[in-house]
């Protein structure tokens, strides 16, 4: 086994991770969870957004991974090529893979690209979660 960082060790011998108890300062383990929110059109608003629903995981104990916000920097891809938009999707698909949960912001609605990452979840069998951080009267 490795230790990887606070609270994640990498079993060698079965090659998967373990999420334990953090041994320096004994929290509960935080949930891996992949962040679903737009990110086209109003790229701007967008971002902004989803840097608020990333915030809303942390302060609910889970670690949050949105590829949406990481692959599009400038200088690592570009959303509107098509064929780095889908090495960024498949990237973010592979990070799913060790994720406990996807969670889906709905408040600016579903894109096609959030689409996409609930149909995955859905297909490896990790639960969705619907959140709204606006409440809507």
């Not at 090529?81 to 969670?103: D, H, N, Q, Y």
Request: charged share 25%; aromatic share 8%; proline share 4%.
């Amino acid at each position: 086994m490795v230790l990887l960082a606070c609270k994640e060790i990498f079993d060698t011998s079965r090659g998967n991770y373990m999420s334990t108890d953090c041994v320096s300062c004994g929290s509960a383990p935080m949930r891996r969870v992949v962040v679903e929110t737009p990110y086209a059109g109003d790229v701007e608003r967008n971002v902004h957004y989803a840097r608020l629903c990333m915030h809303d995981c942390l302060l609910r104990g889970e670690a949050p991974f949105a590829s949406h916000l990481l692959y599009t920097q400038e200088s690592v891809l570009d959303d509107d090529i098509p064929e780095e938009r889908k090495l960024g999707i498949s990237a973010g698909f592979a990070w799913g893979a060790v994720a406990e949960m996807t969670v889906v912001y709905t408040d600016y609605g579903i894109s096609g690209g959030m689409k996409e990452g609930i149909k995955r979840a859905e297909a490896d069998g990790r639960p969705v979660e619907y959140r709204q951080l606006f409440v809507k009267e």
